[in-house]
């Protein structure tokens, strides 16, 4: 959801690229792959979830007293549980999935296709048509309708550091679908 989001943001205005390996103009890899403030609560979310896990179900081991308080030399194996411990993972587990179906239901910045990770989609989106490909290293890009070539009806889905990038309009053919889904 996180990476369907960032990359509508692609459609809604000129932003830098994040890589790997960042040049002047560009922004770093997440940790983890996501925005930090995403990351860090989740972590944390999920650590206190599996403390409280611990506590909920565990292995006992009973030595058995007589009615005075002297050992007997007996020891028994249980299984032992906490209720509070239970109602508080059932109601964390609840919460965190109630939270996923509220993010899954935020509209994305712009109407952008969703590539989702398809290698084959997002290097058709980063083709710099019309542009020097190292010349456009380090600016801000969008996503939309370009024209691959100027003052003709060929136009293209890809990202672009051009400030004339359009909103794709439905219906229009654009670059790259033929008859044969080519």
């Known amino acids: 959801m996180l990476a369907g989001h960032e990359w509508s943001l692609f459609g809604h205005h ?12 560009q922004h770093s890899t997440y940790w983890l792959q996501i925005p930090y403030t995403y990351a860090i609560p989740l972590m944390t ?33 249980a299984v032992g549980y906490s209720c509070i411990a239970i109602i508080f993972v059932l109601v964390l587990g609840i919460l965190a999935l109630m939270a996923a179906a509220g993010m899954g239901c935020r509209p994305f910045a712009a109407e952008i296709t969703a590539v989702g990770s398809c290698s084959a989609a997002i ?27 100027p003052k003709s009806r060929v136009r293209h889905l890809a990202l672009s550091s051009r400030e004339e990038v359009r909103k794709p309009i439905f219906g229009v053919a654009y670059a790259g679908i033929g008859r044969e889904g080519g």
């Open 123 to 149: 290097s058709a989106a980063c083709h710099a048509w019309g542009e020097d490909s190292e010349g456009i290293v380090g600016k801000k890009v969008r996503w939309g309708d370009v024209e691959i070539v």
């Open 45 to 77: 979310f999920s650590g206190l979830l599996s403390w409280l896990t611990s506590q909920s179900i565990f292995l006992a081991r009973i030595e058995i007293s007589d009615p005075l308080g002297k050992p007997t030399g007996t020891m028994t194996n």
């Open 14 to 25: 000129h932003r830098t690229l994040r890589v790997t390996s960042p040049r002047p103009g």
